[in-house]
């Protein structure tokens, strides 16, 4: 149950209650902020400012009708960004400024005479600013002297204007002679490399390599074709000789297609066949050693070594073109090989030779380029031209720009109710303090029995807070109380109360003077109340009603005295006391024992209501150990004093004992600034109806019989 929450929406009023509660905090600051804001608006300088208008092009108007040496700038998109950014950059230069501070003598006037770095400081006064969708620039001066922020700003402007055009001379003027220079210097290299190209010539005696080189590449051409040829004749020939002698040596010479094709051997192949016809008819008639059949014999073999030897000649023609052809391809190659070599030694020369002729073109083409340049720089030098142009010129501005007093002072309005808001919500983030009954509400389900309003300070009142609700019965200290004691009675319905422990979370939070005022609201409702100061370590009870505490509940429970003697009758009829008696070593071990269980039985007998005043819960134990035997706890809160952890841990605490928490109060809260105003006039308006002040009689009184005794 202490780890419940009870969920409510936060409301408008949840709002107005903390900037109401935080007003002081909220006017403190608003105060302070605009006080500030005002003060330093209406104690800064005024500033003036005073701005010339130029016009920077893309590039110089066009005077003549060739390329500047130093472009003036630029024709590309992305370059022209680049241009005029750099172009604002140099209007803030070092170089303007310094220039600038010479030509009006302000070296020796603020702000510039003590400043570490005068330039920078003029360059901090210095605005650039396009003026979008054109070419013009807005280049404006801060000052506290209007006269002077107009003079800055004409003079920035043609400082600016003449160095541009001073800038591109000089850099023409460097070109130019450095064109000069480089055109000596390359007249010179064309003359060296002339004369090598004709020494060359001379050395080789040639008037023109083309030709010569064309002639070389054309023999070569011809005698390559002629050696190819040679090469096929000479292949064509090998093969016939290779052939014939391969088909003799195997005795097929008459496959020769050179023997095949010769009319000689085919006449003698003839009369060879003939001569066999006639053999072949002799051999049926005659023997072989016939004379005519040997005649005939010889005739045959005749034909045979004619046909051989005609055979023979032909191989040997054979052999002959192939050895022919050989040699004819053997001069070829030598002769191709020496036309290869004159081609290449020309080839060779021809290289050398462009070699020279390029190095005399390349530098005859830097000679000529060089010398119009120089010409067309000498002729720019002298132009005027700028692409800067003074467009108007700045006037002595009449009202300041700065500071802007009306401005500063709403914006100091501004932030002082916003920071004001912020700062009270803040404060009120920080302050995790149970200030409110809602607060309660929002972190427990606890039941909430009611609040004790803050005591109003009077004469003497810090002595008599304890006895408020008898000295002041109609206070709304006292209705509160009576309230109070209306929901603790019906808060338990059907379970009669006899024993109720009042603990808080911390101590000074109000526990012994909220037991004190329940118990004299009690006794006054017809119950006889017996209030117990069961806080062993720092007893204070006694204090409140004057009673010496030598004697009191430790006393009964370690069987030093007895109840009648003990308990002590208050100034308030129905209402007793038992003090704590002396502080024992051991308060938790005390009042867990089964003796001080027997001296609670005993003190039910006695009386309708018992009230326990504990130690804190969160402290030490003993606020537990009495809560298990009561009838219920009841926890205190302090309004902005109890911390939201504090008190879940104390309800934490007794929740683990399986104590019986009643409820919380709410105490010491000020029914002034949390919404509850009626309340406090109504109770106020109550206790003035009935004239004089009885309560503070009977105050001064009982104070009376406190010094009488003393």
């Known amino acids: 149950m202490a780890n419940g929450s009870v969920t409510s929406g936060i409301h408008l009023r949840d709002y107005l209650r903390v900037l109401y509660k935080r ?48 472009a003036l700038g630029s024709n590309n998109y992305w370059a022209n960004k680049e241009y005029y950014e750099t172009q604002f950059r140099i209007i803030r230069s070092r170089s303007v400024t310094s220039e600038v501070l010479q030509k009006l003598d302000l070296l020796d006037k603020e702000p510039y005479k003590s400043s570490k770095d005068p330039e920078t400081t003029l360059a901090d006064q210095i605005r650039v600013e396009p003026v979008k969708n054109s070419q013009l620039v807005a280049i404006s001066v801060e000052h506290p002297n209007p006269e002077l922020a107009a003079e800055l700003a004409n003079t920035v402007a043609e400082t600016y ?104 051997v085919q006449q003698l192949r003839n009369e060879r066949v003939l001569a066999e016809q006639e053999m072949a008819k002799l051999r049926l008639k005659y023997k072989a050693l016939h004379p005519r059949i040997r005649a005939l014999q010889e005739q045959i073999d005749l034909l045979d070594e004619k046909i051989g030897g005609e055979i ?76 800067i142009v003074i467009i108007e010129r700045a006037r002595v501005p009449e009202h300041h720009i700065k500071p802007r007093r009306r401005t500063n002072v709403m914006l100091g309005i501004l932030l002082g109710i916003v920071g004001g808001i912020g700062l009270a919500f803040f404060l009120e983030y920080l302050d995790n303090t149970i200030k409110t009954q809602l607060d309660i509400e929002r972190i427990t389900d606890v039941p909430f029995l009611g609040i004790i309003p803050s005591f109003q300070s009077d004469e003497d009142e810090g002595v008599f807070e304890d006895l408020h609700t008898h000295l002041h019965p109609k206070s709304s200290i006292t209705e509160s109380c009576r309230a109070i ?50 806080d062993l370590r720092r007893p204070r009870l006694h204090k409140a009603f004057n009673i010496d505490r030598s004697r009191g509940l430790t006393s009964l429970v370690m069987g030093e005295s007895e109840l009648e003697e ?28 089964e003796q001080c269980h027997e001296t609670l039985r005993r003190l039910d007998e006695h009386f309708d209501l018992v009230l326990f005043d504990s130690p804190p819960v969160v402290a030490v134990t003993d606020a537990a150990v009495l809560s298990r035997l009561v009838d219920g706890t009841i926890v205190v809160v302090k309004a902005g004093k109890t911390t939201t952890e504090m008190f879940k841990k104390a309800l934490r605490q007794l929740e683990d004992v399986k104590s019986h928490t009643l409820g919380s109060i709410l105490n010491d809260f000020n029914l002034r600034g949390e919404g509850y105003r009626y309340y406090y006039y109504y109770y106020h308006y109550r206790s003035d109806e009935g004239g004089p002040d009885d309560g503070r009689r009977r105050r001064r009184r009982l104070l009376d019989e406190i010094k009488k005794s003393a």
């Open 23 to 70: 007003r002081w905090t909220l006017a403190s600051f608003f105060f302070i902020v605009v006080t500030i804001i005002t003060l330093g608006a209406f104690m800064q300088t005024s500033i003036y400012q005073a701005a010339a208008t130029v016009q920077i092009l893309p590039e110089a108007p066009k005077v003549v009708n060739f390329k500047e040496v130093v």
């Open 161 to 264: 204007r003449d160095q541009n055009l001073r800038r591109t001379r000089s850099a023409t003027e460097d070109v130019g002679k450095w064109l000069v220079n480089e055109g000596g210097e390359q007249r010179e290299k064309l003359e060296k490399s002339e004369a090598k190209l004709q020494e060359f010539l001379e050395t080789h005696e040639v008037l023109s390599f083309d030709e010569k080189y064309n002639v070389a590449l054309r023999k070569f051409t011809k005698f390559s074709e002629a050696l190819d040829e040679a090469k096929r004749r000479r292949i064509e020939s090998q093969a016939a000789y290779e052939d014939s002698r391969a088909l003799q040596s195997s005795g097929k010479a008459m496959m020769i297609p050179e023997v095949m094709a010769n009319e000689l």
């Open 312 to 387: 023979n000649n032909t191989v040997g023609t054979i052999r002959t073109q192939y050895i022919l052809a050989q040699s004819q391809e053997e001069e070829l190659s030598k002769a191709v090989e020496e036309a290869r070599n004159d081609a290449q030694q020309l080839n060779q020369l021809k290289t050398q030779y462009n070699v020279l002729r390029r190095d005399v073109d390349d530098n005859q083409g830097l000679y000529d380029e060089l010398s119009k340049r120089a010409k067309e720089t000498e002729i720019t030098g002298n132009l005027a031209a700028n692409n």
């Open 485 to 534: 004691r209306t929901n603790i009675m019906y808060s338990s319905p059907g379970q009669e109360i006899h024993r109720l422990l009042v603990t808080s979370a911390g101590p000074q939070e109000g526990k012994s003077t909220t037991v004190i005022n329940m118990g004299i609201t009690f006794a006054q409702g017809g119950r006889r109340v017996c209030i117990v100061d069961s």
């Open 566 to 593: 003990t308990v002590m009758a208050t100034e308030v009829p129905n209402l007793f006391l038992l003090p704590s008696g002396p502080i024992p070593p051991n308060p938790a071990e005390l009042l867990g024992s």
